[in-house]
């Protein structure tokens, strides 16, 4: 149903939402949320105590952004195209500190996604799709 491209150019993310359908949609408008987190996970076994709970820790919020795209309307039949850009961060934002790397590791994962949501109101479901990008630099942090 929906699907994107993701190109990210310093603190820019830009794509385009493809919603593909056999007839018209209403809907009461179309978000970007953009989010980062940091998860810690401890592997069973020889865990100890501190581990452990660690282990039970909630992910930290690194980043969390939402766009309104497109208010109330309506999306036609067949392949709709939609661009977006957005920044996510702002070079006077003070989260310089807090902004890393993509990385899936053993115990520690530094994950970005990006999740459009189409609301459709109370009768129909919301249509909804969520997909990483990846952060890389130069200096290890971003």
Do not use: C, W
Not at 8 to 24: D, M, P
Not at 50 to 60: D, F, H, M, Q, S
Request: charged fraction near 20%.
């Amino acid at each position: 149903m929906m699907k994107g491209d993701i190109g990210i150019f310093l603190e820019l993310i830009e794509g385009k939402i493809i919603v593909k359908s056999a007839s018209s949609i209403s809907h009461y408008g179309i978000r970007i949320a953009v989010d980062g987190s940091v998860n810690l996970q401890v592997r069973g076994g020889t865990a100890g105590v501190i581990e452990t709970l660690v282990g039970a820790a909630k992910p930290i919020s690194i980043l969390n952004k939402i766009v309104e795209l497109r208010p109330a309307g309506k999306i036609a039949s067949g392949i709709t195209e939609i661009p977006f850009s957005m920044h996510i961060r702002q070079p006077r934002e003070d989260n310089l500190d807090k902004f890393y790397e993509t990385f899936h590791g053993g115990n520690i994962n530094i994950q970005y996604l990006v999740t459009v949501d189409i609301s459709r109101g109370y009768l129909y479901k919301s249509l909804s799709t969520t997909m990483e990008f990846i952060v890389e630099s130069d200096k290890g942090m971003y």
